[in-house]
Antibody
Framework: QLVESGGGVVQPGGSLRLSCAAS????????MHWVRQAPGKGLEWVAF????????YYADSVKGRFTISRDNSKNTLYLQMNSLRAEDTAVYYC???????????WGQGTLVTVSS | AIWMTQSPSLLSASTGDRVTISCRMS??????LAWYQQKPGKAPELLIY???TLQSGVPSRFSGSGSGTDFTLTISCLQSEDFASYYC?????????FGGGTKVEIK
């Protein structure tokens, strides 16, 4: 129901855009999140966008470098990542907001590796 | 930001044991807390939301309690498929935060 793509290897300072294709639910009715997990580490919330794109929130660690967006006509969520650093290396998950009921659906994740 | 302290970070237990995991907040979050299970190489799965409501399809051996600043996840009778990592998460205010995680391993 949520399928991420766009991960890969990028040099420090580079850019990457992740996508998350949604199906089997009314994408345009739900807020969406990006969450990441560095190798061997815990979960870190990255960003959130409301169902209509009207409000966006970011973790301090990515503010000013990452941009979350969505195209409800394509049922797709995006994460534009600029000025990438080694510490951004992680598996990135998209997750559906359960509307005060946690994150009820997650994608399988896509790996981003920032390395020279 | 709301800080979360999850403990223990590692829990060794046997099948059939009752286990508890704690999550403490730096400020009152009412009941805006969720628990997730994650197995190696897999995405997290929602177990409990609103501190104590079981997500559909989750076995009843899982339960959550607490409100305000102190929360607990309990597994009443540990099964082999429960050996995994568990995370608490607050969704009371942005930035959203996760606890550091608890790995439940076979004793």
């Amino acid at each position: 129901q949520l399928v991420e793509s766009g991960g890969g290897v990028v040099q420090p300072g580079g850019s990457l855009r992740l996508s998350c294709a949604a199906s089997a639910f009314t994408f345009s009715s739900y807020g969406m999140h990006w969450v990441r997990q560095a190798p061997g580490k815990g979960l870190e919330w990255v960003a959130f966008i409301r169902y209509d794109g009207s409000n966006k929130y970011y973790a301090d660690s990515v503010k000013g470098r990452f941009t979350i967006s969505r195209d409800n006509s394509k049922n797709t969520l995006y994460l534009q990542m600029n000025s990438l650093r080694a510490e951004d290396t992680a598996v990135y998950y998209c997750a559906k907001d359960g509307q005060l009921e946690g994150f009820d659906f997650w994608g399988q994740g896509t790996l981003v590796t920032v390395s020279s | 930001a709301i800080w979360m302290t999850q403990s223990p970070s590692l829990l060794s237990a046997s099948t059939g044991d009752r286990v508890t995991i704690s999550c403490r907040m730096s400020q009152d979050i009412s009941n805006s807390l969720a628990w997730y299970q994650q197995k190696p190489g897999k995405a997290p799965e929602l177990l409990i939301y609103a501190a104590s409501t079981l997500q559909s399809g989750v076995p009843s051996r899982f339960s959550g309690s607490g409100s305000g600043t102190d929360f607990t996840l309990t597994i009443s009778c540990l099964q082999s498929e429960d050996f995994a990592s568990y995370y608490c998460q607050q969704y009371y205010s942005f930035p959203l935060t996760f606890g550091g995680g608890t790995k439940v391993e076979i004793k």
